[in-house]
């Protein structure tokens, strides 16, 4: 870091904080947050690392794409898509 001192106080660099630059040469267009300061590193080692134990943190707790149109979901579907379920219409099978 010696040989980047003088450098790095020409370029504007010599702030300390959080944000530290990604190399010392080239600057990049947004700075780049350090490690230990992340809010994953202060909770590594907990059980359920700040999503609670009861309400688990689960990939899709209501279902995945369009799942419970017609069940848990039903008041959505009614409210913002209503006719999305169910036929309209007679059936045209393009007799000649």
């Known amino acids: 870091s010696?040989?980047?001192g003088s450098r790095l106080q020409l370029e504007?660099?010599?702030c300390p904080g959080p944000f530290a630059p990604?190399?010392?040469?080239?600057p990049s267009p947004h700075r780049t947050m350090t490690a230990r300061l992340?809010?994953?590193r202060h909770l590594r080692g907990q059980v359920s690392n700040g999503r609670g134990r009861i309400g688990k943190h689960?990939?899709?707790p209501g279902g995945?794409?369009?799942s419970g149109g017609q069940?848990?979901?039903r008041i959505n579907f009614d409210k913002y898509?209503?006719?999305y379920f169910g036929k309209v219409g007679m059936r045209n099978f393009h007799l000649i």
Do not use: A
């Not at 990604?22 to 080239?26: A, L």
């Open 81 to 83: 898509h209503p006719g």
């Open 12 to 14: 504007g660099w010599d």
């Open 2 to 4: 010696s040989q980047f």
């Open 38 to 40: 992340k809010k994953s």
């Open 58 to 60: 689960r990939k899709h």
């Open 64 to 66: 995945c794409g369009n």
């Open 22 to 26: 990604v190399h010392p040469r080239k």
């Open 71 to 73: 069940h848990h979901h």
